[in-house]
């Protein structure tokens, strides 16, 4: 179990501000949660469905909070760029958020846990029009050891390939994201610098919540129903978490369960990977029912004929391919039977009709373990004799958190070479 401590006297000053301005805690207030930064603790025993915390609409910082001059000069800009932007270099108009601002992790913090920042050769630098500059034969073993969905690539040479995925990874679009931003911020601010507008670009990023502003008749795009919400943003993360609703009149969390005095509690960010949460938030979970492996790679570019490709579009199974604690989904066993059989014996897998015989399964099993299984496997191994190698070159809680990912990436490919039956020879 964590330890807990008291939050210190800047997390007091900012929550009696907060009910200053009229959001409602209900027993419960931040700690010090080792290993977590700050979270959210049961001050007392907690029943099922208590409300614990009420945010008022008018305490939101979102776009209507900046002022209309201020906005002008961002023409172009994301929603989650101009939210950093005022927060970075607001002035004057930031300062009542003083207080809130104090209680956020620091630079340093973002710099152990943030994919994003870690040093250039763990992962593909950008070339001047944003686009990663890797190429083929020019190998540097430590640029692979991040996980290959976060990061768009692979490290073993038989793989090496099928990078295309790099365009989708989550680290190369939160990369193009923030350089698209700092564009725009970098023309109106020209005396600023990138590192102080990256830190309050990474605090939207981990701290922001969906909303949508009210006033706009028209659906939001998803990405633009951005805000910040003050000491909601206290809560941690699990794949269990309490119920957290909004509506026009604000934000409001409240209890799934019953809690102990002293238990920590969380809010659910979202169905996501560990791989997801790692790039996006700067963490992954010990046990997380929504991880899985993503394994569109492997049926990309040579890996699969024209016609197969056309066949598996055609019935609406190409692409999306995943692996999970239970083995390889439903569509890659599809997409594997579409190489291993014929057109009539794969019809029937689809329709759900075991017309398979030995032979055929076992021609079915050892192209999913040749094709995917086996080099996966080998591309966490490989990631952790790097990580070995790293010494001190990368950040300790880098490291830290690569090795665990990919022993738990290696153990779900263990769990399906076992689920699928795999015999080593
Ligand atoms: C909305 S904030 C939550 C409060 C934050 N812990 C703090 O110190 O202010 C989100 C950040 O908290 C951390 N976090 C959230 N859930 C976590 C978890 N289950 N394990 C580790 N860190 C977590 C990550 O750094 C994440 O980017």
Not at 53 to 68: Q, Y
Not at 85 to 113: H, I, R, V, Y
Request: net charge negative; aromatic share 12%.
């Amino acid at each position: 179990m964590s330890e807990v401590s008291p939050p210190g006297a800047h997390h007091e000053v900012f929550t009696a501000w907060a009910k200053q301005q009229g959001v409602q805690v209900n027993a419960v207030g931040p700690a010090n949660i080792s290993g977590l930064g700050l979270g959210i603790i049961a001050q007392r025993r907690i029943e099922a469905g208590e409300l614990l915390c009420d945010v008022p609409a008018s305490v939101l910082l979102t776009i209507n909070t900046i002022p209309e001059d201020f906005k002008k000069l961002h023409e172009g800009i994301t929603v989650h760029g101009l939210l950093a932007s005022f927060l970075a270099f607001g002035g004057p108009d930031t300062f009542k958020f003083s207080c809130w601002k104090n209680t956020w992790p620091s630079m340093q913090d973002f710099q152990e846990s943030m994919p994003i920042l870690w040093p250039s050769f763990m992962r593909e630098p950008l070339d001047n029009h944003g686009n990663p500059h890797y190429t083929i034969g020019q190998r540097e073993d430590l640029a692979f050891i991040l996980p290959p969905a976060v990061a768009g690539r692979w490290a073993h040479d038989q793989m090496r390939e099928f990078w295309k995925i790099r365009d989708t990874a989550p680290l190369y679009r939160q990369e193009k994201k923030l350089k698209a931003d700092w564009d725009v911020v970098s023309r109106v601010f020209p005396l600023e610098t990138l590192p102080v507008y990256t830190y309050y670009w990474l605090i939207v990023n981990t701290r922001s919540f969906y909303f949508e502003v009210s006033g706009s008749e028209v659906a939001q795009n998803h990405d633009d129903c951005m805000v910040l919400c003050p000491f909601v943003d206290y809560f941690n993360h699990s794949d269990h978490g309490c119920r957290v609703d909004f509506s026009e009149k604000g934000y409001t969390v409240t209890s799934d369960r019953m809690y102990d005095v002293g238990e920590q509690i969380f809010t659910s960010y979202g169905s996501h990977s560990n791989d997801f949460l790692l790039c996006e938030y700067g963490f992954i979970l010990e046990n997380n029912r929504y991880d899985c492996l993503p394994l569109d790679d492997f049926f990309s570019g040579k890996r699969i004929n024209g016609n197969s490709k056309k066949s598996l579009e055609k019935a609406g199974y190409f692409g999306n391919y995943t692996l999970d604690s239970d083995g390889v989904c439903f569509r890659t066993q599809v997409a594997i039977r579409r190489q291993a059989l014929n057109t009539y014996h794969w019809k029937k897998f689809m329709a759900g009709v075991d017309t398979e015989d030995e032979e055929t399964r076992v021609a079915v099993v050892t192209l999913l373990h040749n094709r995917i299984l086996l080099p996966y496997e080998r591309e966490a191994e490989e990631a952790l004799q790097h990580l070995e190698m790293t010494g001190n070159a990368i950040p300790p809680g880098a490291k830290a958190t690569l090795i665990t990912r990919w022993k738990q990436i290696r153990q779900m490919i263990q769990q399906a070479l076992l689920v699928h039956e795999f015999r080593r020879r």
